[in-house]
């Protein structure tokens, strides 16, 4: 008994099969190795893919995520995280920096240049500049283009000839719900998370914060998850041992000179804080995810 005959769609004189076979082995003979911050990681998704990607992941989370609508508190964090953004290995791309109204202790970055800090986070930190740190590391993750490689591992040849082919207009949709998690975070490897770690002390320093912010928080992180671990939930389910990060960010910053005009704090960042806190009280994305199912269930 025959079997069914594959069909090849003619492209120009070529078959589809043919290009097919044609992108992967370019791909495989180039490596699509990046320069510079991503000198050697592999990533099939072009820089203005990215950017539109993070655009349509941006309007989902805008319809599924409780966004702050203060324009004040909204501001102020889009001025700071462009301050760091500047100071980045990728300042001309344009950053958009949100704040998350819910009592998480997390922050998080998507492709193409979308920063969002939880409410939770600025609530607790005790200065400017370990707020301005943990941006600085999720700059680092778009830098990086963390995201873009974490789809290139999982999904390869398939993904980058479906993109180049258009046969898949809905792809992103699909990838967006396998690699992100409820709480909107990637499943970063922690590879990733330490070099995220690396160029945020390095952008914060170099924006002219002090870097041991880096260090006071994941001390702070430290000593939440023994007193409110609901808070941090999120961020110890996706990141590295506390441990590990504090003593990869000392040695770094035992390196660089910290002069005495470093920001460490500003009191416009407490005014920020205090308005903040008068707001009404909010959950964490679990508390919020887990009313949502019983109230479908």
């Not at 003619?10 to 490596?31: E, N, R, S």
């Not at 539109?52 to 995280?81: H, V, W």
């Not at 970063?188 to 170099?206: F, I, M, P, Q, T």
Request: aromatic letters at 8%; proline letters at 4%.
């Amino acid at each position: 008994m025959m079997g069914k005959r594959v069909r090849s769609r003619k492209l120009g004189g070529w078959t589809q099969t043919a290009v097919v076979l044609l992108i992967a082995l370019a791909l495989v003979l180039t490596g699509c190795a990046t320069t510079g911050v991503n000198k050697g990681d592999i990533n099939l998704i072009s820089v203005d893919q990215e950017v539109q990607m993070g655009r349509d992941f941006a309007a989902e989370i805008a319809k599924t995520y409780p966004l702050l609508k203060d324009p004040e508190i909204n501001a102020y964090f889009q001025k700071l995280g462009e301050k760091l953004a500047r100071a980045s290995d990728w300042p001309d791309l344009q950053y958009h920096f949100q704040v998350v109204n819910t009592a998480d202790v997390n922050a998080f970055a998507i492709p193409g240049g979308w920063v969002y800090i939880h409410r939770g986070l600025i609530e607790r930190a005790d200065n400017l500049s370990e707020v301005a740190c943990v941006m600085g590391h999720e700059i680092g993750h778009v830098v990086a283009r963390h995201g873009t490689e974490l789809m290139t591992k999982q999904y390869g040849i398939a993904l980058v000839t479906q993109l180049i082919l258009g046969q898949n207009p809905k792809m992103w949709e699909k990838i967006a719900a396998q690699l992100f998690t409820t709480a909107g975070v990637l499943h970063y490897s922690r590879k990733h998370e330490l070099e995220a770690d690396r160029l945020g002390v390095r952008y914060a320093y170099k924006a002219g914060f002090n870097p041991n912010g880096m260090v006071t928080f994941f001390e702070k992180l430290q000593a939440l998850q023994k007193r409110e671990p609901s808070l941090i939930e999120v961020w110890f389910s996706t990141h590295p041992p506390t441990s590990e990060r504090i003593k990869q960010a000392k040695a770094q910053i035992a390196r660089l000179s910290l002069g005495p005009n470093l920001i460490t704090d500003e009191p416009s960042f407490h005014q920020i804080q205090k308005k903040l806190k008068a707001l009404p009280p909010v959950k964490t994305l679990g508390e919020i995810e887990k009313n949502r199912k019983g109230k479908k269930g």
